[in-house]
């Protein structure tokens, strides 16, 4: 929200707590409270980013996730067509089955976990009802978070308490700092873009060697990293092996740079805790 907010009055919206100065709560699977609360507000452009995102609760609660993620969607699309406003829809790279990795747009989705399959008929719906709209695919987000860990904060929480952390090797992503998709979210938003983009950070790595320069750049203790393989987890749900993200596309057409790992962990260091 804090890189829109210089250019843009920002309305955040949320299920449990407010966010942001106007801060509204919602929940996206009660079509009328959201559409009193989105018609209120009258954005030209709204920012979907809500969703049932564990992915091992998607597998086992298929109704709930069906109900957050294609029924929540699908409301959000219903509303912003017909009041006209700009929707963009945050997907993600788990609509891949990751065998072949370095997805680019036109690439055949295959999700192999019930949470991918989701947010595959949440484009499908977004595409039917909002043509104009633009579907945004990122990776492995992290970055600094008031409340929430993410996958590099977890690790260097773990590191900086001493404590040996499991890390996968053979499950490789396009790890991508929030405030880099902040940026091509509002190049999205000046460029009206359309379509499908890969919005996620420009390199693929597995888990376990980005874990490593986290610790690099952190210089923190990277033997505490163990290296694992997913099936040592137990997880619940399959994961793509691969599902890397070619972000070109993107880059071209909002022009905006999207940042590999160090130039990323750079940002984190300079602006963190
Ligand atoms: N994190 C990643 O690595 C990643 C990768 C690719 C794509 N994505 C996509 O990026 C988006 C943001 O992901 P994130 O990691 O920031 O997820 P997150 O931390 O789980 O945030 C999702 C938000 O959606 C809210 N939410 C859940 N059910 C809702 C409902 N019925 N109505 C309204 N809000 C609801 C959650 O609220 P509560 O938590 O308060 O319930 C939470 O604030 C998601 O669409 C996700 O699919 C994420």
């Known amino acids: 929200m ?94 891949f089955d990751g065998v072949e990795g370095n997805y680019a747009e036109s690439d055949e989705p295959n999700p192999v976990n019930f949470y991918g399959l989701t947010k595959l008929e949440a484009e499908r719906a977004v595409a039917k009802i909002s043509p104009k709209s633009l579907i945004m695919r990122t990776s492995v987000l992290f970055g600094w978070h008031p409340n929430r860990l993410n996958f590099a904060t977890w690790v260097l929480k773990g590191l900086r308490e001493h404590q040996t952390t499991r890390v996968v ?62 099936e040592d987890l137990g997880w619940v749900a399959k994961r793509p092996k691969d599902s890397s993200l070619r972000v070109q596309k993107a880059e071209k057409e909002l022009g905006v740079e999207l940042f590999g790992v160090d130039r990323s962990l750079e940002e984190m260091v300079r602006s963190g805790p």
């Open 169 to 230: 090797t053979d499950h490789v992503n396009s790890p991508t700092l929030n405030v880099n998709l902040a940026e091509a979210i509002k190049m999205a938003i000046e460029h009206d873009s359309e379509g499908i983009l890969h919005g996620a950070g420009s390199e693929r790595i597995s888990r376990f060697d980005f874990a490593v320069r986290i610790a690099e750049a952190f210089d923190l203790d990277g033997s505490l990293l163990v290296p694992v393989e997913m």
């Open 2 to 95: 804090s890189t829109l907010e210089g250019e843009y009055e920002v309305v955040g919206l949320d299920m449990h707590e407010s966010t942001g100065r106007d801060g509204v709560k919602v929940d996206i699977t009660q079509k009328q409270e959201i559409m009193e609360s989105i018609a209120s507000i009258a954005p030209n452009v709204v920012v979907h980013a809500a969703a049932e995102t564990n992915v091992d609760r998607c597998e086992t609660e298929r109704d709930h996730a069906k109900r957050v993620n294609v029924t929540g969607t699908t409301n959000v699309a219903e509303i912003c067509a017909k009041i006209r406003a700009k929707l963009i829809f945050i997907s993600t790279d788990y609509v």
